[in-house]
Nanobody, 124 residues
Framework: QVRLVESGGGLVQAGGSLRLSCAASGRTFSSYAMGWFRQAPGKEREFVAA????????YYADSVKGRFTISRDNAKNAMSLTMKSLKPEDTAVYYC?????????????????WGQGTQVTVSS
């Protein structure tokens, strides 16, 4: 099992930037892909970005491509999501998740461990 703790959320104006972090403990961090998801009020959880076990491959939702960057540091058991040019529609609770597999994936069922979430609010 993997324990995941997110941090870095907050309130930012449209056009601003935020950096989310995810600290992992438990299972060997470098043995699985990681991802970020988000859930806005009244909406289903949606995929944001994912990164393979060694950081060699990344995948983004179309809505964030070119604005968000996912990265990981296996030596520090950490992953981050750098978000730029934020929009009000990016407002959501952001969740860090650990995949059951090494390859990048965007499917919720492929992720077996989830953090508690961190709130990101973008004001217009």
């Amino acid at each position: 099992q993997v324990r995941l703790v997110e941090s870095g959320g907050g309130l930012v104006q449209a056009g601003g930037s935020l950096r989310l972090s995810c600290a992992a403990s438990g299972r060997t961090f470098s043995s699985y892909a990681m991802g970020w998801f988000r859930q806005a009020p009244g909406k289903e959880r949606e995929f944001v970005a994912a990164i393979s076990w060694n950081g060699g491959n990344t995948y983004y939702a179309d809505s964030v491509k070119g604005r968000f960057t996912i990265s990981r540091d296996n030596a520090k058991n950490a992953m981050s999501l750098t978000m730029k040019s934020l929009k009000p529609e990016d407002t959501a609770v952001y969740y860090c998740a650990a995949s059951r597999y090494t390859a990048v994936t965007a499917r919720v069922p492929d992720f077996g461990s989830w953090g508690q979430g961190t709130q990101v609010t973008v004001s217009s």
